[in-house]
């Protein structure tokens, strides 16, 4: 059973930085995409950044400069730093791994999802 655990969420001021982590665990050894979607309150859930295992990545143009992801495939982790953080960049942060090279644009093929941490930015 694959398993996916967020950690990093939390409130910072506009401006400030985060960096999650998800970690994770279970029979996915390689091969894989990992990512980060979000979603606000009120709205649909959209996709942050990915990367893939050899790790080339996606970054969503609204976070590009600011955002930058990354993984460390021996523990299979996956890592968003955030800075300059927005006060739109409020959201239920979700770590996501999948198979499927379209999963960052077509969520439904994504395979395992994390339980979210949310990321609060205040002004």
């Known amino acids: 059973q694959v398993q996916l655990a967020e950690s990093g969420g939390g409130s910072v001021q506009a401006g400030g930085s985060l960096r999650l982590s998800c970690a994770l665990s279970?029979?996915?050894?390689?091969?894989?995409?990992m990512g980060w979607f979000r979603q606000a309150p009120g709205k649909e859930r959209e996709g942050v950044a990915d990367?893939?295992?050899?790790?080339?990545?996606t970054i969503r143009e609204s976070v590009k400069g600011r955002f930058t992801i990354s993984r460390d495939n021996r523990k299979n982790t996956v890592y968003l730093q955030m800075n300059e953080l927005k006060l739109e960049d409020t959201a239920k942060y979700y770590c996501?791994?999948?198979?499927?090279?379209?999963?960052?644009?077509?969520?439904?093929?994504?395979?395992?999802w994390g339980k979210g941490t949310l990321v609060t930015i205040s002004s």
């Open positions: 990367i893939a295992y050899i790790g080339s990545a």
């Open positions: 996501a791994a999948w198979w499927d090279g379209r999963g960052f644009t077509m969520s439904t093929l994504v395979d395992y």
């Open positions: 279970g029979p996915m050894y390689g091969g894989h995409f």
